[in-house]
């Protein structure tokens, strides 16, 4: 499978288990890798035949940036399901979602979660 990276995309949430995350919010780090068949896309040059990347960014925004949840894991989650529900060209999925600042003590870069999801793929 070929892979299509959107990467580095950055936003503002409200997601956490303390209330002061969901009040005063912090920034979202999100990335993307897409497992697909570009051979068609890359033979036409048409936008139609593969993933529009703004739809991609605006997708990873709608979650990043939209109703408060607690876990890092229901964010990382949530961009996979929709990414395979709207983009059927999309095989699998892997996002990766980093809090570079959450409120725990110590000396760290973040914390992420990432996820690969694949089409067809049913967890219970």
Known sequence: MDKVYVE?????GYHG????????????????????DADKPGRTDDLDDTVNYAHVYETAKEVLEGDPVKLVETLTHEVCR???????????????????????????DGVAVEMRRERGFERT
């Open 17 to 36: 288990a303390f209330k002061e995350e969901n009040t005063l919010g912090q920034r979202f780090y999100a990335d993307v890798i897409m497992e697909m």
């Open 8 to 12: 580095g995309m950055q936003f503002w």
């Open 82 to 108: 929709l990414i395979l529900e709207r983009f059927g060209v999309v095989q699998a999925v892997t996002v990766k979602v980093t809090k570079p600042d959450p409120p725990i003590p110590g000396h760290y």
